[in-house]
């Protein structure tokens, strides 16, 4: 009996100087002294304390106090992982994601998220719903996806909020409802979600699942754009140039654009450079149009590289240079842009910056006239004056197979 108390004794006194010394370095990594923590935490990790041991693993993720070392995180977290701690689950699933420590292995992930998930960690029934959304070396599964994402959003997660009302947007795996999507997005947008704000925006906007409503729209973007929503600040500004639910204000217009611009959006920069272009809430200036729409067209976008290409096709901001307008100009046509079709379509016609080619000058009016330019289809009749019927059969070939290869096989 004496031998028996003095163990249990023992226990309760070790487990009260554990508690102590982990309460310790708890107060200590709160006040961000994480030496003091990592001192007060180590020896129970090594006594195999799981909470101790996953938060010595999170020192070593963020480099609290120590160089971070991912290897030396991975190891703790699977420690603590194993004697079943949720959050040490977790963070072991993101480290496999990430590829932080090991080599990134999404079933692995998956497997630490969902034993941590069904304990309840809102972030990891979240990070779960949303793999099964679809991620690398996961099969796509939206009952699945909804599933733990709306168990995570029950427990109050803003994100997770903000994905169900995208789910039912959009109708992933569901029936789509846009009254059910914003019942959600006002769940996350209530938190101060900013993603949520911008997405009930877009639905007043355009009238979905309410009543058409410009006003209500702009205050919600004008919510998200004032956390720094680049999409909602691009939003803002058009707005504010076009006087939607608003008064137009080009100099507002202009300020939310470059404030969404200078986060790298390319639709803003290319609405900034238009307003210097045109002189619009700023002096003229076609070298700062320029700059604006290369950044755009340097991204990719088939707007920055149509209004870049129309610089250098007319010499305004930069010297003339009508081989770079033509090359603009098909990167911008090879993504749909009709607009740029239809530069290209006479850039051919006319031999500037390319060798004069009617067949190529018809097979792009063509194209551009059928993704819905008029003045495209008159310019392809005009050019048929002049070309044989073999030399229009074979233009509309070109047309018809660089369309069926969504612009990979254009006829160059």
């Not at 226990?11 to 100087?17: C, E, I, K, N, R």
């Not at 102590?20 to 002294?33: I, L, M, R, T, V």
């Not at 240079?321 to 006319?350: C, F, H, P």
Request: with cysteine.
């Amino acid at each position: 009996m004496k031998k028996l108390l003095a163990t249990i004794l023992f226990v309760l006194f070790g487990f009260q100087v554990s508690a102590q010394d982990f309460e310790k370095g708890f107060e200590a990594a709160k006040n961000k002294d994480y030496s003091t923590a990592y001192k007060e935490w180590m020896p129970l990790a090594l006594l195999g304390n799981a909470k101790a041991q996953g938060n010595i693993g999170y020192i070593y993720s963020r480099g609290y106090g120590v160089p971070i070392n991912f290897t030396e995180a991975v190891k703790w977290f699977k420690l603590s992982a194993d004697q079943g701690d949720m959050k040490a689950q977790y963070n072991l699933g993101y480290m496999y994601y990430e590829g932080n420590g090991v080599e990134i292995d999404y079933k692995e992930a998956v497997k630490w998220f969902r034993l941590s998930a069904e304990q309840g960690l809102s972030a990891s029934q979240y990070t779960l719903g949303k793999m099964y959304e679809g991620v690398m070396g996961i099969p796509k599964d939206y009952k699945k996806a909804l599933k733990w994402i709306r168990l995570s959003a029950d427990q109050g997660n803003k994100k997770a909020q903000e994905s169900i009302g995208t789910i039912y947007y959009f109708g992933n795996g569901v029936t789509k409802d846009y009254t059910e999507a914003l019942k959600w997005y006002k769940l996350s947008a209530e938190q101060g979600y900013d993603i949520s704000q911008y997405y009930i925006g877009v639905m007043y906007e355009y009238g979905e699942g309410v009543e058409q409503d410009y006003a209500e729209a702009l205050q919600w973007f004008i919510l998200s754009s004032e956390q720094g929503n680049a999409s909602a600040q691009v939003s803002t500004g058009t707005f504010y140039l076009n006087g939607q639910g608003v008064a137009a204000d080009n100099i507002e217009a202009m300020k939310w654009f470059k404030l969404s611009a200078v986060q790298g959006n390319a639709e803003a920069q290319v609405n900034l450079g238009d307003m210097y272009y045109e002189g619009n809430g700023a002096i003229k200036d076609y070298k700062e149009a320029v700059r604006w729409y290369k950044l755009s067209a340097d991204q990719g976008d088939e707007y920055g590289q149509a209004k870049l290409g129309i610089m250098y096709d007319y010499g305004f901001g930069v010297p003339k240079d009508q081989k770079e307008a033509v090359t603009l100009y098909r990167l911008s046509a090879n993504q749909g842009n009709e607009w740029s079709q239809y530069a290209l379509g006479k850039m051919y016609g006319d031999g500037t910056g390319v060798i004069k080619d009617n067949v190529s000058a018809h097979m792009w009016h063509n194209i551009a006239s059928a993704n819905g330019l008029e003045d495209a289809g008159e310019e392809r009749d005009a050019l048929e004056i002049f070309m044989t019927p073999e030399a229009i059969e074979k233009a509309t070939a070109m047309a018809r197979e660089c369309m069926k290869s969504d612009y990979k096989k254009c006829g160059y």
